[in-house]
């Protein structure tokens, strides 16, 4: 329906409209923020070795990096869905815009790692309002299902494309310049979308029922924080110190406070009854799990490549276009077969090529610094995504009420970045703990001097493997390299297994939770699917057959 200002509600479609005014402008634009918000997100992927050399970083703060981005983006996703309903779309994803260009320029003049991440929680931030204020506005202007699956597979492909061009966009500022000319091109582009989400963006609301959750808001927030900073501070601080395990502690409480406050909000930001559909339960559950193998393994590419074998940024660029390149190559593929194969039987081949390629990258050896051995695992790894990014958003849209598309768009967007933050913040504890205990094990029987071992070993208790690692030739500790090197090797090695076993986990789950689940299937001409009471009183859509 189509109010006189030209705000477009999100009722649901009209019999027989082919395709609502304003289509094509809405989904170019969302397209292009979720694809800023995306090179927002990949950018330090190339650049972890520059952070370390110019910033003076160690291990964790490295991690921080990409878990401030993306832990603002979890924080504050469901509330930014909310804030959609009620006052629009397009403002929001407009305002994430301006945030990201605002973050992106305190990253550009960080004189220290800490403004670094200062910079990319505010980018953070407004991505967190960007990809579901774009996602939901491109269903509020689509007719069928096989609109619906084409919109959502180009939106995931753009998402894609941008994080396959940032890490080659940071790379190639690093070989001209300075990495902080990447940030300066990512404040451009921010604004030109910005522009253009004003431009062309089709305004859209749902503000029945919906108001914001505050207390909901910040038991997530602090129980989320609180946890993800004792999993990456952990394995540099240690385990069982007071902070890490405060942090759990009082992370665990504020979330299951989170869960007591959503079951008895009026109006809650998580409906927890969206669960008792089957469909849309285990799509949300693969989401975090292969989210985080993939994410995990990209971000344990890029240590590896930078800290670890201080390769060249723009190498880094080149083997992220094979890791994220196949989701916006195969748009048109993975548009047809959403709609002519089970959503099962796609997100299980996914995630199973995504569990081979992390398992050969378990494979490989840390001195070769050649590119080859990456082909072929971060092709599988790139294929699997193309395959499960676009599946899991649609069954998840797909298997509830239109009036809860802002939610069910918020929770899955949400579900999926947690798993994105995760996946650093597991690979990161899982490869610098290992990593750690392989270099404090080995370093006596190493035959080193006294004075350099004695050296390395306070270096690496200050900064890890890692730290020692990056040592320049004759520095004291400086020949406790190699040994620092096939730690890092082999703790990285253990990461890549840890992602790899996730991803065989989402495929399980996905090949056994999804039977007898009708998903939605678009033939040329139908209106979205109509939908019914499922057994669970809950509305579930009707399966649509050619």
């Given at each position: 329906?189509?109010?006189?200002?030209?705000?477009?509600?999100?009722?649901?479609?009209?019999?027989?409209?082919?395709?609502?005014?304003?289509?094509?402008?809405?989904?170019?634009?969302?397209?292009?923020?979720?694809?800023?918000?995306?090179?927002?997100?990949?950018?330090?992927?190339?650049?972890?070795?520059?952070?370390?050399?110019?910033?003076?970083?160690?291990?964790?703060?490295?991690?921080?990096?990409?878990?401030?981005?993306?832990?603002?983006?979890?924080?504050?996703?469901?509330?930014?869905?909310?804030?959609?309903?009620?006052?629009?779309?397009?403002?929001?994803?407009?305002?994430?815009?301006?945030?990201?260009?605002?973050?992106?320029?305190?990253?550009?003049?960080?004189?220290?790692?800490?403004?670094?991440?200062?910079?990319?929680?505010?980018?953070?931030?407004?991505?967190?309002?960007?990809?579901?204020?774009?996602?939901?506005?491109?269903?509020?202007?689509?007719?069928?299902?096989?609109?619906?699956?084409?919109?959502?597979?180009?939106?995931?492909?753009?998402?894609?494309?941008?994080?396959?061009?940032?890490?080659?966009?940071?790379?190639?500022?690093?070989?001209?310049?300075?990495?902080?000319?990447?940030?300066?091109?990512?404040?451009g582009l921010a604004l030109v979308s910005m522009v253009l989400t004003l431009t062309l963006v089709t305004e859209s609301k749902a503000p029945a029922g919906r108001r914001l959750d505050v207390p909901g808001q910040i038991t997530f927030a602090a129980g989320l924080i609180l946890v993800?900073?004792?999993?990456?501070?952990?394995?540099?601080?240690?385990?069982?110190?007071?902070?890490?395990?405060?942090?759990?502690?009082?992370?665990?409480?504020?979330?299951?406070?989170?869960?007591?406050?959503?079951?008895?909000?009026?109006?809650?930001?998580?409906?927890?009854?969206?669960?008792?559909?089957?469909?849309?339960?285990?799509?949300?559950?693969?989401?975090?799990?292969?989210?985080?193998?993939?994410?995990?393994?990209?971000?344990?590419?890029?240590?590896?490549?930078?800290?670890?074998?201080?390769?060249?940024?723009?190498?880094?660029?080149?083997?992220?276009?094979?890791?994220?390149?196949?989701?916006?190559?195969?748009?048109?593929?993975?548009?047809?077969?959403?709609?002519?194969?089970?959503?099962?039987?796609?997100?299980?081949?996914?995630?199973?090529?995504?569990?081979?390629?992390?398992?050969?990258?378990?494979?490989?050896?840390?001195?070769?610094?050649?590119?080859?051995?990456?082909?072929?695992?971060?092709?599988?790894?790139?294929?699997g995504f193309a395959l499960t990014v676009s599946s899991v958003t649609a069954v998840a849209l797909n298997s509830v009420h239109p009036h809860l598309a802002g939610m069910a768009s918020a929770t899955t967007n949400m579900l999926r970045d947690l798993g994105f933050a995760l996946g650093?913040?597991?690979?990161?504890?899982?490869?610098?703990?290992?990593?750690?205990?392989?270099?404090?094990?080995?370093?006596?029987?190493?035959?080193?001097?006294?004075?350099?071992?004695?050296?390395?070993?306070?270096?690496?208790?200050?900064?890890?493997?890692?730290?020692?690692?990056?040592?320049?030739?004759?520095?004291?500790?400086?020949?406790?390299?190699?040994?620092?090197?096939?730690?890092?090797?082999?703790?990285?090695?253990?990461?890549?297994?840890?992602?790899?076993?996730?991803?065989?986990?989402?495929?399980?789950?996905?090949?056994?939770?999804?039977?007898?689940?009708?998903?939605?299937?678009?033939?040329?001409?139908?209106?979205?699917?109509?939908?019914?009471?499922?057994?669970?009183?809950?509305?579930?859509?009707?399966?649509?057959?050619?």
């Open positions: 329906m189509t109010l006189d200002n030209g705000t477009t509600t999100s009722q649901g479609p009209t019999a027989g409209a082919a395709r609502t005014p304003g289509y094509a402008g809405t989904l170019a634009a969302a397209c292009g923020a979720v694809f800023v918000a995306q090179v927002a997100n990949a950018l330090p992927a190339s650049l972890n070795g520059l952070f370390q050399e110019d910033l003076h970083t160690h291990g964790s703060q490295l991690t921080w990096v990409t878990a401030a981005f993306m832990i603002a983006v979890v924080c504050f996703e469901f509330t930014f869905g909310v804030l959609g309903d009620l006052f629009g779309r397009r403002r929001l994803v407009a305002a994430g815009t301006g945030l990201v260009a605002a973050g992106s320029a305190v990253s550009a003049v960080a004189p220290s790692v800490q403004v670094l991440w200062i910079g990319a929680a505010v980018s953070g931030l407004g991505a967190g309002a960007m990809f579901p204020g774009s996602l939901t506005a491109i269903m509020a202007v689509t007719r069928t299902a096989r609109q619906r699956a084409h919109a959502v597979a180009v939106w995931s492909g753009f998402l894609s494309a941008g994080a396959a061009v940032s890490p080659l966009l940071g790379g190639m500022f690093a070989g001209i310049g300075s990495w902080r000319g990447s940030f300066w091109v990512l404040v993800l900073y004792g999993a990456v501070e952990g394995p540099e601080s240690g385990w069982t110190t007071l902070p890490v395990l405060l942090a759990f502690a009082l992370g665990g409480c504020f979330l299951a406070g989170f869960v007591v406050v959503e079951l008895g909000a009026e109006s809650p930001i998580f409906d927890l009854k969206l669960f008792r559909n089957r469909a849309f339960t285990v799509s949300s559950v693969v989401a975090v799990i292969g989210m985080l193998a993939f994410l995990g393994a990209c971000f344990a590419t890029s240590m590896w490549l930078g800290p670890v074998q201080h390769q060249d940024p723009i190498r880094v660029g080149i083997l992220f276009l094979l890791l994220q390149g196949p989701a916006f190559l195969l748009i048109p593929v993975v548009s047809r077969l959403l709609h002519r194969v089970a959503a099962s039987w796609l997100l299980t081949t996914g995630f199973a090529l995504m569990a081979v390629g992390c398992l050969l990258f378990t494979r490989l050896d840390v001195t070769d610094q050649g590119l080859g051995a990456f082909v072929t695992p971060a092709l599988l790894i790139g294929v650093p913040v597991v690979v990161g504890a899982v490869a610098l703990s290992n990593a750690g205990t392989a270099f404090t094990a080995n370093l006596p029987g190493a035959g080193l001097s006294v004075g350099q071992a004695t050296a390395a070993r306070g270096i690496a208790e200050a900064g890890g493997p890692i730290a020692v690692n990056s040592l320049p030739p004759g520095a004291p500790g400086s020949a406790a390299h190699a040994l620092a090197l096939d730690a890092l090797g082999s703790g990285f090695g253990t990461a890549f297994l840890v992602c790899g076993v996730a991803a065989a986990v989402a495929a399980a789950l996905t090949a056994f939770g999804m039977i007898g689940v009708h998903t939605l299937r678009a033939a040329g001409h139908e209106e979205a699917a109509p939908l019914t009471a499922g057994r669970d009183g809950l509305p579930e859509a009707a399966p649509i057959t050619p």
